[in-house]
Structures are given as C-alpha cells and as structure tokens.
C-alpha cells in the first residue's frame, strides 16, 4: 500500500476501545432472550466442587483482581445467539465485571463466574437452549459472588470470554463462545488447566485433532509489481517483509500453538482487499501485516519500528457500511446471523466490532512492549490509521512498519539477518502473550493494567 508520510500518518492510538458502533440502538426488547427464574442458591447449580483446585474444574486464565466497589454490578439481560458450531452468551451489565470461566465434565457444563454481581433479568419467557446450550441458570453463591452455569449439550471448550466496557447507550457486555470439541480433548484441557492453575501459568492452547488451534494470518505487504518504497536504496520494501513475515512464520508454527496462513509466501501480487478476505476466510484469530516505511527525502529523519491499529473514523465508517451491507448476509465472528432478528444481528455485529477494537489494541500495545525491550521503535510506536488490510470487522489486525529503509540505519537493521531475528523473536513473544491470555479476557486484563493504583 501506499505509505502515507509520517506528518500526516496517524494519531497515535487511543489505547482503550471506546467509540466504534454502530447507529442503532441494540437494547430493543424484542431481541431478549428471556429466561426462566432465576435460580438462587449454591445447592441449585449441582456443583459440589467450585474450588480451582478440583479435579474436574478448568480455570480458563487468570482474571486480574478487581478493586470491588460498594454497589454491585447489576445484569440485567441475557442473550444466546449462534449455532451448534459457536455459540455465545452475552449477557448485558449496568458496568464491567471481572469474570472467570472454566469448563466441568459429567455433565458437560461451563462455569462463569462474576465478582460482586446480581441478577435482575428483565427478559420476558423465551427460548432457554441454543446451539451447545441446552440450558442456564444463575444465581448468587456466596457473598459477592455470582455463577451462571450453562448445560452443554457435548464437550465443549471456551474459545472467548471477555467484557466489554459501556460505551455510549450501550451496556457493558459479558461475551463468552463456545465451540465444541471432542470428549477426549475436552478431557485434556480440563486436566491441562487444573495443573496450569496449580502451577499459576497459563494453560497453552489446546491441539487436537480437529486443529482447535487460532489462525494467524501474516501478511507481508506489496509483492510483484508492487514493491513498496526503497527509501532510495537498492532494496525494495516487498522482499524486506516477506523475509520477516517467513522468519515469524517458522517461529510460530515451531511453537506448534498456531496454525499461520499467509497472504503471499511468495513475490507475487495480492489486491488489499483480498487480503483482508485470506484473513476473514481463514477465521483469523490475529492478523499481522508487515511493512517497512520511508520518509521523502527532505522530510527529515525518522527511525525505529511502529505499530499500527485502524483509527476510530477509518472504523466507525466501516462499522456504518457492514451494518447497512452485511449485516445478516455473514458470519461475525464465526456466528451465522442469517436466522436472527434484526435486534439480535444488531447486538452481534456491535459486539465483534468492539471485541475487535479491543483486542486489536490490546495486541498493539503487547506488541509495542515486546519490540521496545528488543529494537528500536519510534518515538510514537503506537499508531492508527484508516490502513485497508486493517479493516476486517472481526479480525483482531496490526499493521506493522518495522523500520524506515530511508533511515541508513534503520535500512541496515532491515537488511540484517540478525536484527530479523530479533525483531521477529519479540513479535512471536508478543502473539503468545495475546493468545496465553485472550480465553480469559485480554482487553479486560489490559484495563486493568492501565488503571491507576487507588
Ligand atoms: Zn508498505
């Protein structure tokens, strides 16, 4: 793509996730799933051992401790959507929670628990199964603790669980997907991440036979008759990244968590739009473009490695044509809306969007921190702009420019085996911290960091 010059680049990133949505006003009673009676009480919920400890209870990640305050959090309605291939609860808060999931086998069961939360539904009598979920229920189990547990109808593994802060007239919002896998895996991952839990680190991502594992798409920018900017050297910007994006590739799958697809391997030329649909196609869970900037001659000197997220206007104009063009016609974030409500389709496109949003920023700056302790970086490394590749609705996506080839220095670096090393070990540090956390709420853990100590 086009490298617009560094004055008129971008702003640098808001670090939080607010903004993006959609016009459309997603609390429409209609779209309330309505529940039965609450039910109040440990004994109800049928689980004797809640402890992390217990053989048969799964930690899905490690929540940071909230400061508690004196209200609690208020849910007041519940949402399934999805289909026997993801399913998802959403459940609407008067603010976020800090929550904590884990899975239970005989029955097949999912746990989600939230600190210092009450129930006060509001939905009217509505469907109490789909997809994976034959049934729920939730209630009050302690002093400052709440539990739903959701039936599932097979084995099945926590793919996501996360909250999402308000944001204008939409509430907080408590996502967890569930997909299903195998007894045997299912299995695996409950004793997998009981002894991570004993161990206090994080559970690694699950292999299997059916190849659970998160896709990650890399994308080396240019190729063919695109060869990107020179920065006046002999060394044009397309191999330069395509060497990198090889190098992180071979890291990765090495790591054999991932499964990585790229948009080229090869010096050929690939459309940005069919880029972003390599990353879409293959359900990417992260999407890595890769880049290398260049100032124009006398436009001073500029060094070191940025990183990029889409910027807020590049996002909202995009959330306003999915919501007009695509809404029911696709799968968001792997849930086919072709069956919901309006309302609910409503709600679900809102929702990948500002998962996206916050996961992509929570990558960004991961990534920043990773690269700033191994290369240089500039003064700005954290960025956004309205950059094409970024644009997938329900694709977590960076872009990176990993140095200025008009930079001798920095051109150095670019052409240098072992600084391609290093600049490749840091980004895969930085995608095993994103994925080590994300089943327990990345963008969560990443508020948490950034509030100030009381
Ligand atoms: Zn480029």
């Avoid at 210092?116 to 199964?129: C, H, I, K, L, N």
């Avoid at 939730?138 to 739903?148: D, E, L, Q, S, T």
């Avoid at 911290?433 to 990345?442: D, E, K, N, S």
């Amino acid at each position: 793509m086009d490298h617009t010059p560094e004055h008129i680049a971008a702003s640098v990133a808001a670090a939080s996730g607010s903004g993006i949505l959609p016009p459309r006003r997603l609390s429409a009673p209609r779209w309330r799933v309505a529940l039965a009676a609450a039910v109040l009480g440990c004994g109800l919920f049928g689980l004797s051992t809640p402890s992390p400890a217990g053989t048969d209870v799964a930690p899905a990640a490690h929540a940071p401790s909230p400061a508690t305050t004196a209200q609690p959090v208020v849910a007041h309605d519940l949402l399934l959507a999805g289909d026997a291939q993801r399913t998802r609860l959403v459940v609407d808060l008067n603010r976020a929670v800090e929550v904590r999931t884990f899975t239970l086998a005989d029955p097949y069961r999912v746990v989600v628990d939230l600190t210092d939360t009450v129930f006060a539904m509001s939905g009217e009598a509505g469907p109490q199964r789909r997809g994976l979920v034959s049934a729920y229920r939730y209630g009050v189990f302690a002093a400052g603790k709440a539990r739903m547990v959701l039936d599932a109808t097979g084995p099945v593994r926590i793919d996501k669980a996360f909250v999402l802060d308000p944001v204008d007239d939409q509430p907080a919002r408590l996502v967890v997907d569930l997909v299903p896998t195998d007894a045997e895996t299912f299995r695996r991952t409950v004793a997998r991440a009981t002894a991570a839990a004993q161990a206090t680190t994080a559970a690694p991502a699950p292999e299997t036979a059916t190849d659970a594992r998160p896709v990650i798409v890399l994308d080396p920018g240019h190729g063919g008759i695109d060869s990107g900017t020179t920065g006046y050297s002999r060394f044009a910007e397309k191999n330069i990244v395509l060497e990198a994006a090889l190098t992180l590739r071979d890291k990765l799958e090495k790591t054999g968590h991932y499964r990585v697809v790229l948009t080229r391997s090869t010096d050929t030329f690939i459309a940005l739009g069919e880029r972003v649909r390599i990353a879409r196609k293959n359900r990417a869970a992260l999407f890595i473009s890769l880049h290398a900037d260049a100032l124009a001659r006398n436009d001073g000197q500029a060094r070191g490695a940025s990183v990029y997220t889409l910027s807020d206007t590049a996002s909202d104009a995009d959330a306003a044509h999915l919501a007009e063009q695509e809404n029911k016609a696709d799968l968001i974030a792997g849930v086919d809306l072709s069956d919901e409500p309006d309302e609910v389709a409503g709600i679900l496109v809102d929702l990948a969007q500002r998962e996206t949003r916050s996961f992509s920023a929570h990558f960004a700056r991961d990534l920043v921190q990773e690269l700033k302790r191994t290369v240089r970086t500039h003064r700005t490394p954290l960025k956004s702009a309205g950059f094409r590749v970024l644009r997938a609705h329900d694709v977590p996506s960076v872009l990176v420019e990993l140095g200025y080839m008009s930079s001798a220095e920095d051109l150095k670096q670019l052409t240098s085996s072992e600084w391609r090393d290093r600049v490749t070990d840091a980004m895969a540090g930085a995608v095993d911290a994103f994925f080590a956390t994300r089943a327990g709420g990345p963008w969560r853990a990443a508020r948490a960091e950034q509030r100030p100590a009381n």
